[in-house]
């Protein structure tokens, strides 16, 4: 049985007799009130339940939309606050279970360390090499990156502190990040924005990628398509590196003829190797290109492709594309 809504469009969630609990303004979960119009909880049944049930429910529309999206389910139940899991756990004959209950604030004051720069707090896991001032100039030099991704894209400088976790292994950096799938079938997670929050594989290569992402979105739509998120990152390396330039045109002339609507609508897969990367970041291109950088963020900002386009630019998607291969033909 799947329960879906918000916790006030519910006669009376009581009688499905789950854990989850109506009280004015909220709901309850193990004596613990979330009344806060982001809060938000994912719950299914245990196996020992006679009839299954899986309820996604909270506060807002915009509250359970992060969960109806991307429902972790390595644990039974996962309680969101403005996007971001806070508690997460197991239940015993579909009851609260203190003892199999994680508070993952708790758990991030515990076993991370802060240090500090001018955008960033940089939290280290404390199973990190000791010798943390062996990355002191990797940590100071994102400053810079910040600096620069705000002069090329044109954007207002963050009015908010930047959290960035350093992981010391893939399981870290799946629980800390609440992206519990992972740990079920096996794969990997090497950077990922989770709300305000950045969560890195060790120093790696991605904190940049991540940042970009998180303050663009959060200066315009944190809920865009993929194809024209991953394309404002790819145009950002295309504007500051020719070489990577040069390949992304290389890859777009390659695929010329094949239709990149259903990706761009969101119908087939973007992540197929680094090709719609590319891809992407080229078609960003053509539109700043073409429109200037202002017209994109102005799209940006919209809630429907289609309509987005056609009503900033005044150009309907499938001439766009056939303008687009105009253009990438001269290239």
Known sequence: MLILGTIQSFTNLNRFETPIKQIPNGFEFGNMKFTNPDDAIFYFSDTTATAS?????????????PVANNPQTLYQ???????IVTHFGNCTDNKFDKSKHAYLPELKEKYYQLYKTKYYDFYISKRFDNQISLYKNRMDSLDLFVDTFMNVMELKMPTFKIQCYIHNNQEEISIISSYFNDLCNGG?????????EIHSLRFGGSIEHETSHLIFDSQSNVHFSTFFSEGIRQYYDYITNPTHLS?????AHEFIDEDIKPVILGYDDFFQGNKYYQISGVFVKYLVD?????KIKQFYRTD??????EQ????????????????????
């Open 77 to 83: 139940y996962s309680i969101y606050e403005n996007g």
């Open 247 to 251: 390949d992304g045109i290389t890859t």
């Open 188 to 196: 990997t997670t090497y950077g990922r924005v989770n709300g305000k």
């Open 290 to 294: 073409t429109w200037g950088l202002d």
């Open 312 to 331: 900033i630019y005044s150009i309907k998607l499938d001439t766009f594309l056939v303008n687009y291969k105009e253009w990438l033909k001269k290239k």
């Open 304 to 309: 429907n492709i289609e309509n987005g386009l």
């Open 53 to 65: 049930r899986f309820v996604i429910t909270g506060n807002s529309d915009a509250a359970i939309w």
